[in-house]
């Protein structure tokens, strides 16, 4: 018992795991909460593609800077919106069916990012951080603005919690009450943006679609009630981030992507439980 207790009070002795676990719980809440409406809706590719296209931002960003990472997060922020709500908006008034607006912006910002940061060198190297998430070195700075634009995202989303739902779950419908549609889908993608922006530096580009769909998803194996799903979901990711630091630091791999295979685990448990129960 003893064992056990001196292994998890260890690596909570140093200060980056105290803040690289508190990272992780928050953006684990924040990704689960925001993921259940991109689940429901079938918006994983839109995850993922929005996740890239922040990517000429950071760079342009750390050019601009010298390199200063503090100033990032707005620069992640900036284009994260304007890459949703761009695609949002060549979806909505033109022939382009959505998956396909969406592969192109994805692919472009992809390629401007890729194209500055090989413009220099040795930029390439330390923004490679940011393709794959450290969340060890989150600042406390990074933490007050994951708390502010994480507590931001989900105040949005409990305020419109009717409204997302049935939008979520019958279109139709919620045209025929007269709900705000276009506004509520421009709402729904300016808070998948800002939480992109908001996981950059724990998960990472590359690995940032996992924690926004993978909790979620297990979630909606196990429940198809919304509040439970939510519920769950934040659960799930949060254990997530806990017992994937400790992997990382016990095991000396990479903290994104331990966090990652962690849900990921989580995921094939639940898969394998509702198809032993039949379901």
Known sequence: ?????ELLATPLQYEFMQRGMTAAILVGIVCAVVGTYMVLRGMAFFGDALAHTILPGIALGYLISGGDKDVLFWWALGTSVLAALGIG???????IKEDTSIGIIFAGMFALGIALISTVRSYA???????????????VQSLWLILIF?????????????????????????????LPVGFLNNLLLALIAVTVAVSLQTVGVALMVAMLVTPAATAYLLTHRLSHMMMLAAVIA??????????????????????????????????GWKKFRGG
């Open 1 to 5: 018992m003893n064992t056990i207790i």
């Open 89 to 95: 908006a060549i979806s909505k008034n033109s022939q």
């Open 125 to 139: 190297v330390d923004l490679s951080h940011f393709l794959f998430g450290d969340v060890l070195s989150v600042s």
């Open 150 to 178: 994480g507590g931001v995202v989900l105040l949005v989303i409990f305020a419109f919690y009717k409204e997302f739902m049935t939008l979520s779950f019958d279109p139709t419908l919620a045209a025929t009450l007269r």
């Open 238 to 271: 949060s254990f997530s981030g806990i017992i994937g630091l400790y992997l990382s630091f016990y095991l000396s791999i990479a903290s994104g992507a331990a966090v990652v295979l962690t849900a990921t685990v989580f995921f094939l448990i639940a898969f």
